[in-house]
């Protein structure tokens, strides 16, 4: 693909990512330069804010993208155009123009992990309920939103991020069998994560979740944003399987979204 600017400009490399459509999400696209997925001029590149100029060239699987000034070998941009192939060729023009923001789904779905927050939080206190919680691929993300608001001492008692299988086995005491037969990602994990974190801290409520969040570690059988979650109420466990679309952070906000909001319901 060669991707055309104006003469003399510039374009950072998240920047080129979006505009030549090879990642769209921005979140996509930082995690995957944080990795050192991309690489500039065959040299692996961390910086997102990396300066890209004419003659670069940029890398990503099978994405294989020429960075052009747009009056390369003395001639016009759309004469270039005409004496090349259509496709694949896209002209960016100029990226002072561009104004980077947060998408708007982001912007929703932080608001409403702050609402549904603030609501689990003064139903708690006004039920004088403890709660615990044992995460998987959401990595204590409802552990800290449980615990962002003032107060939350008087609910929250504590937690633990059982991340690898040998944390949910010798923590959380999930039989090993059930890890075998049934996956750390399943109905069964998920019931024996809630029912161990509850015995752990006699708590009045438990959650558990385990997923996978991606981008890789997904199957056929188990794609990327399944997610299992369960919860120890009334003496009862109850679970509920879902799957997410969008990046791996977005997926893990959204798994914690729709425990807290169950949660919310339940109590």
């Known amino acids: 693909m060669k991707f055309w600017i104006d003469k003399d400009s510039s374009i950072y490399l998240f920047q080129l990512l979006k505009a030549a ?56 941009f759309e004469e ?44 708690l206190l006004d039920q004088s309920y403890t709660i615990s919680c044992a995460e998987s691929c959401t990595g204590g ?43 750390a990602v399943s109905r069964e994990t998920a019931i024996e994560m809630a029912k161990g974190i509850q015995k752990i801290f006699g708590t009045d409520i438990a959650c558990a979740v385990t997923g996978i969040a991606g981008p890789e570690g997904g199957t056929q059988e188990k794609p990327v944003g399944t997610v299992h979650a369960a919860y120890y109420y009334n003496e009862k466990i109850t679970h509920n399987e879902f799957h997410f679309s969008g990046n791996r952070e977005t997926i893990r906000k959204k798994a914690a979204l729709t425990i807290l909001k169950t949660l919310f319901e339940t109590i």
């Not at 100029?94 to 912007?107: A, D, F, M």
């Open 80 to 123: 270039k155009m005409l004496s090349s192939e259509p496709e694949g060729n896209i002209k960016h023009g100029n990226v002072k123009s561009w104004k980077t923001k947060p998408l708007k789904p982001e912007i929703n779905l932080n608001k409403e992990l702050e609402n549904i927050s603030r609501k689990l939080h003064d139903k």
């Open 21 to 76: 459509g090879i990642l769209d999400d921005y979140e996509d696209i930082r995690h995957t330069i944080n990795k050192g997925l991309v690489s500039v001029n065959e040299e692996n590149v961390f910086n997102q804010r990396y300066i890209l100029k004419g003659g670069d060239v940029v890398r990503f699987k099978q994405s294989h993208v020429k960075i052009l000034e747009r009056d390369i070998e003395g001639k016009t």
């Open 141 to 183: 993300l409802i552990q800290e939103i449980l615990t962002s608001h003032s107060g939350s001492s008087g609910y929250f008692v504590g937690g633990i991020v059982s991340y690898a299988d040998k944390a949910k086995t010798d923590v959380l005491k999930v039989r090993k069998k059930t890890i075998t037969e049934f996956g």
